[in-house]
């Protein structure tokens, strides 16, 4: 539950940051040409994004290039689009529309196939971003070379007999660290490289098959299939854009369970399948 500060925050930051990121912006910071964000949306947020796209155009540490993927199925012939978008594409922000409609799992996909050895920065529709973000991200790469780098992640929790706990049942990691026991949520602003991870990343009809809501379970099983640490970086809190969207994923994973579900479907496909659960229980570094 937010305290009476963190929600009064949060609301003077919806009520101010709109109007800063409106303004014109003066190109600044290192442009790294190895560095992709990547993310996606839909109609019942698409109105505020621009907003998200502004914090990634303001970085002290540039991306290389910005690609927002929409699908065609819930944007026809572009239709939904806001202006907002539209005028702020050009060499550094492209939209990209894509058959079909494969949910968050559209923030990683595309671009994992596309650029499987570029280092992807993957991050959420719905967050106002630090500035320095990407920076703080890419000093941690230089330390941890082959560590997927994360803002918030949570500890996996496991009973005497080694069984997984219930999902909601698992603690944040409120500290800096590095763990391979951590679970890291991908929309925070994750660093990583797709052809680190697991062959199956790209496995689209494994992926929404056995994880049709939950793109961050499908990483975190690619990621510790491939033995690869997660390195969480200080974050205190983030501030989210607001929206009269009211069936958020993460309400809907958690309300009813579905995370438990889905980290059920993969674990038990790995074990029959090559002998291996990716959530299990391990020995932290």
Known sequence: MLTPLRRFVRY??????????????????????GVLVSFTSFPARINNV????????????????????????QFPDGSGIPASLKEREGDLFEIRMVDGDIRSHKKYYYASKEYPDSLLFIIDDDIYYETDIIERAMKAHLEYPCAVICNYAYHFSYDKDGKLKPYNSWKKESYPSQSNDLFFGSGGGTLFCPSWLHNDL????????????????????????????????????????????????????????????????????????????????????
């Open 202 to 285: 790209t496995n689209i009809e494994k992926a929404t098959e056995m994880t049709p809501t939950a793109d961050d379970i499908w990483l975190n099983a690619m990621v510790r299939l491939s033995d690869i640490p997660v390195v969480k970086l200080k974050q205190d809190f983030f501030l989210p854009i607001q929206s009269d969207e009211s069936k958020a994923l993460a309400v809907e994973n958690r309300g009813v369970s579905r995370n438990d579900d889905q980290i059920k479907n993969v674990s038990q496909h790995y074990l029959l399948a090559i002998g291996k659960d990716p959530f299990a229980k391990r020995i932290n570094l």
């Open 50 to 73: 621009w907003q998200v796209v502004e914090c990634m155009m303001r970085q002290t540490y540039q991306p290389a290039k910005i690609i927002l993927w929409l699908s065609k199925e």
């Open 12 to 33: 003077l930051a919806n009520k101010t940051l709109p109007k800063y990121l409106a303004q014109k912006r003066t190109p600044k910071g290192k442009v790294d040409q």
